[in-house]
């Protein structure tokens, strides 16, 4: 089920709500002395191509948003443990400050829901009295509210409240809650207090539960979709949240103190900073439009910059990633973002220079590009990820197609620009055919001569929250189980074949193998060092011995899939998951994340 946007004209936030809040929160702050701790949930079964090794070496620029965002507000006791470094990490033993935290802050993606539910859990083994008030966040909470939620007596660990949208929403909760609560009151009773008297109904983007029975809830209410910040430039600034992350460690309770900033770099050396939101394009199998309610926002290049010098400076950082959806969806916007960063000087010297970044584009929006990609180096980018989905278009249409893909990748090549391909693999499309384009390898080959230096190809699977999600479900086509095996929350990656309506799904799980075999392998990596006479040519020899790792674990975690494909049995679910749990929106109306019930096939 696609979210449902707010009103039109009513989607965003007014110009300054954002900076005011915090300023407002600052004021009052000291009164209050809040410890805070902020767990990443993080399932290891993900590791895995295209992913491997930058999933623990990027620290999650979503926690660290919300720690920044925290520390800006004044509360400067707060810690961010990632379970991407910390897998042994337990609430119930957490400590901060001398004392039990008193909020404890999960995010997590709905990849990662089991060790989300087990941190949930384990910080319900804390007693009652002395519990923080436990707050999910993320893309689980956002698309699927209700799984961070229990009714189950044999179960009943659940989240007090959770936030479906962004920083604003959080510390507009914590200003009604800090509005109502008592001196030396436990802020989770504060909570209590105002969700039953009503006082959360006006915050959009939160969801939390209605007459518990002991413990359990029987009712979660919606408070409808967010306001979004328009500005991106009022976000809080993002090097504080390095100084709160906790380091690696084997224990299962938290150190004295936080990361030291000499640190940063060698355990996160890319760092995934904020550039825009949004995208052009409404792709049925995407979640991206409706949760953004078709806004772009976008921070300016001058912010970009001071953010960008200011890591380097304090924690030596020179890798970047924009967490963005469609960098080149708006030409003017782009142009302003790449001229401010080419611009730039960081002490005496070109930032340009100093910094290397990368981000997410289409076709489409580079071939709009192409006569200023020369700028777009100049400004320090070295790499785009490009969604070409399907060279032929046939998947779905973005402005792409076999000519204008190599001409992208000729011109990206030309400026000195690596092009980093994503593909999708599904049903209709073969491994291999002759006197056309159509097949994944035909593709892959494409891609490879036209001077591509990675691949992804991934398998459509269904995204909730994407206008296709419930269509897939009732027609048939997701696995219930497979010889006995039930697909679990961290296979829905699209490395798993777990939606599919070929009569031989075990194929289309081998295809991915193949397709990243033929592309990631000894003999390509030879021939990129050969031709490795530039910085250029160096990046896809680099590449290479990254994939052919990552295959590795690909290959070990999903060839037993295969051979479950190929000869179990397949059990199919006739609905989308659902709420165990009533949910309605405050207003009485239906709850913006709720499916109706699809008996199971027998």
């Not at 935290?101 to 910080?123: K, N, Q, T, W, Y």
């Not at 390095?242 to 460690?249: D, K, Q, T, V």
């Not at 640190?263 to 825009?276: A, E, H, N």
């Not at 037993?560 to 405050?586: D, E, K, T, Y």
């Amino acid at each position: 089920m696609e979210l449902t946007c707010r009103e039109r004209g009513d989607e965003l936030l007014k110009s300054g709500e954002l900076v005011g809040i915090r300023r407002r929160l600052r004021a009052v702050a000291p009164g209050h002395d809040l410890t805070t701790v902020i767990a990443c949930a993080f399932d290891h079964r993900t590791r895995m191509l295209p992913f491997i090794l930058t999933d623990t070496r990027m620290a999650p620029a979503g926690v660290r948003a919300i720690g920044a965002a925290m520390v800006d507000s004044g509360f400067e006791k707060t810690r961010i443990v990632l379970q991407q470094w910390n897998r042994h990490f337990r609430p119930s033993q957490m400590q901060l400050d001398g004392r039990i935290p008193d909020l404890f802050m999960v995010s997590s993606m709905g990849l990662h829901l089991e060790p989300c539910r087990e941190l949930i859990r384990d910080a319900w083994r804390i007693d009652p009295a002395q519990r923080p008030l436990i707050i999910a966040g993320g893309s689980l909470s956002i698309y699927q509210p209700y799984r961070v939620f229990s009714n189950d007596p044999a179960d009943p660990a659940s989240a007090d409240v959770a936030v479906t949208g962004e920083e604003y929403v959080l510390l507009s909760l914590l200003e009604v809650l800090l509005a109502v609560r008592a001196r030396g009151e436990p802020i989770r009773s504060a909570f209590l207090r105002a969700r039953d008297s009503g006082a959360l109904e006006g915050i959009p983007g939160l969801v939390y539960a209605q007459g518990d029975r002991g413990g359990l809830a029987e009712e979660l209410e919606d408070t409808g979709a967010q306001r979004l910040v328009a500005d991106l430039d009022e976000l809080p600034d993002p090097v504080p949240g390095y100084r709160l992350l906790e380091a690696p460690s084997r224990g299962a309770t938290l150190g004295l103190a936080a990361l030291p900033a000499n640190r940063v770099r060698k355990l996160s050396p890319i760092s995934c900073i904020v550039m825009t939101f949004g995208c052009r394009f409404s792709c049925p199998y995407c979640p991206t439009p409706a949760y953004n309610q078709r806004q772009y926002r976008f921070k300016s290049g001058g912010r970009i910059a001071e953010e960008m010098g200011r890591l380097h400076k304090e924690y030596g950082l020179r890798y970047f990633f924009a967490a963005d959806d469609n960098f080149f969806n708006s030409q003017e916007r782009a142009l302003d973002i790449v001229e401010g960063l080419a611009g730039a000087n960081f002490e005496g010297k070109s930032l340009g220079r100093r910094i290397r970044w990368s981000a997410e584009v289409t076709v489409h929006g580079t071939l709009q590009m192409k006569d200023h990609l020369p700028l777009v180096r100049r400004s320090g980018c070295r790499a785009l990820w490009l969604g070409v989905e399907d060279m032929t278009a046939a998947l779905i249409q973005k402005g792409q197609s076999v000519d204008k893909t190599t001409e992208v990748f000729r011109s990206l090549r030309e400026a000195g620009i690596c092009p980093m391909p994503m593909l999708m693999h599904h049903d209709a499309q073969p491994l291999y055919t002759r006197h056309s384009h159509y097949g994944l390898l035909n593709q892959v080959r494409l891609l490879r001569k036209a001077g591509a230096a990675s691949l992804q190809v991934l398998m459509m699977t269904p995204a909730a929250g994407s206008k296709l999600y419930e269509q897939t479900f009732t027609s048939g086509q997701v696995f219930e189980s497979v010889a006995g095996r039930p697909v679990l929350p961290h296979m829905l990656d699209g490395n798993y074949v777990i939606a599919s309506s070929h009569p031989h799904p075990w194929r289309k799980q081998l295809n991915l193998l193949i397709a990243y075999a033929y592309f990631y392998n000894p003999l390509w990596l030879v021939v990129a060092l050969l031709r490795s006479g530039s910085n250029l040519a160096l990046k896809p020899a680099g590449m290479q011995v990254v994939g052919m790792l990552g295959l590795v674990h690909t290959v070990r975690r999903t060839l037993g899939w295969v051979v479950r494909l190929g000869f179990g049995r397949i059990r199919r679910l006739a609905g989308p998951p659902i709420s165990p749990i009533p949910m309605r929106h405050v207003d009485d109306g239906p709850a913006r994340q709720e499916l109706v019930q699809v008996d199971s096939p027998d």
